[in-house]
């Protein structure tokens, strides 16, 4: 069983930084990949970005590509999410998940998730 929380959301104007992390419980976190995801009000939740195990490959949302960055630190459990050029689109309750076997943008691969943090960016 893994355990995921999110923290670092909040409220930020349009063209900022805010910078996600998500820490894991178990021994195995090297082992599988970590993926972020967003949901909107009224939207499905869509992939963000995510990052593979031990060799951290990652992939990314065309909507975030050049503005998010996604990264593991294995030695500490932790994923980050770092985002730039934030804008009023880009709000949304962002959840962590864990378990998937490769970088996937497939919800369905990733068997835990965390319980989300809000990301709110004014215009």
């Known amino acids: 069983q893994v355990q995921l929380v999110e923290s670092g959301g909040g409220l930020v104007q349009a063209g900022g930084s805010l910078r996600l992390s998500c820490a894991a419980s178990?021994?195995?976190?090297?082992?599988?990949?970590m993926g972020w995801f967003r949901q909107a009000p009224g939207k499905e939740r869509e992939f963000v970005a995510a990052?593979?195990?031990?060799?951290?490959?990652?992939a990314y949302a065309d909507s975030v590509k050049g503005r998010f960055t996604v990264s593991r630190d294995n030695a500490k459990n932790t994923v980050h999410l770092q985002m730039g050029s934030l804008k009023p689109e880009d709000t949304a309750v962002y959840y962590c998940?864990?378990?998937?076997?490769?970088?996937?943008?497939?919800?369905?691969?990733?068997?835990?998730w965390g319980q989300g943090t809000q990301v709110t960016v004014s215009s």
């Open positions: 998940a864990a378990g998937a076997a490769i970088a996937t943008t497939r919800e369905s691969w990733y068997a835990y």
């Open positions: 178990g021994r195995t976190f090297s082992s599988y990949a």
């Open positions: 990052v593979s195990g031990s060799i951290g490959s990652t």
